[in-house]
């Protein structure tokens, strides 16, 4: 009975045979022409993980506390993104602050628009309020310079008001992603500590805003200082500007 033919393969014929698979029996090597294999492919190793794509203002220059004995469960890139959010709420603070002043010069006159941004500015405790949460977990907080706040050209209500709700969304979305970050990389307390001290506060903050702006276009405030009967009314708003 007829069986079927077998190519014998010596040793020195294996380092010629690319792309072919190799069948092995007892008595002889013989390949199998139709079917063909990279063996290079067969070498690879598993894909490493790619880290997670963030936006979160991190931490560059982060000195990572390695040896701290509190730390446990703590993921390097949820410590630096900590790290940089808290300089983040620092300069959110400043900027607010120097909106208030604004409103305490003489040729605006507005102290209730004032005092609102001074009670606003407290983001500076928040920022305390993160980097104790940092430090409690062995973390390290990397001293920072704080930017400018950048409202030389405010002279109205109005775009301090477009400022202050610009700031409020970037916070929410930072604050989020934070959020996922830290749920990402297996940090529930992390995470548990940013939704219930960072994101639920902020969600009356940015409802207020809206509403002061939807009222300040309404009684006619402009981006100028050319809307002053409708400012005069914003700052006499003592009930809507003050948070209970």
């Not at 790290?83 to 400043?94: A, F, I, K, N, R």
Request: proline share 5%; hydrophobic share 40%; aromatic share 6%.
């Amino acid at each position: 009975m007829p069986t079927h033919a077998s190519t014998h393969i010596i040793p020195d014929e294996l380092d010629r045979m690319n792309g072919k698979r190799l069948h092995v029996s007892s008595s002889r090597i013989c390949v199998d022409p139709a079917a063909a294999v990279d063996f290079e492919y067969l070498n690879m190793s598993e894909p490493r993980v790619k880290r997670i794509k963030t936006c979160l203002p991190l931490c560059k220059t982060h000195i990572s506390s390695a040896g701290s004995l509190a730390k446990q469960n703590f993921p390097t890139v949820v410590e630096e993104s900590l790290c940089g959010v808290s300089t983040l709420l620092m300069e959110v603070s400043y900027r607010l602050e120097a909106l208030a002043r604004i409103f305490e010069q003489s040729d605006l006159a507005l102290p209730r628009v004032a005092a609102y941004f001074h009670q606003e500015s407290v983001e500076l405790e928040r920022a305390e309020a993160m980097l104790q949460h940092l430090t409690q977990r062995g973390g390290k907080y990397c001293s920072k310079n704080i930017q400018r706040p950048g409202t030389e050209e405010v002279c109205a209500v109005l775009p301090a008001l477009e400022i202050m709700l610009n700031q409020w969304k970037e916070e929410m979305s930072v604050m989020v992603e934070l959020n996922q970050l830290a749920h990402e990389y297996g940090d529930p307390h992390t995470a548990s500590v940013i939704k219930s001290q960072f994101i639920q506060p902020l969600v009356p903050k940015v409802k207020l805003i809206c509403d002061l702006l939807t009222s300040a276009r309404r009684v006619g405030c402009t981006g100028d200082s050319t809307g002053g009967f409708g400012e005069y009314l914003i700052d006499r708003l003592q009930e809507t500007l003050t948070i209970t």
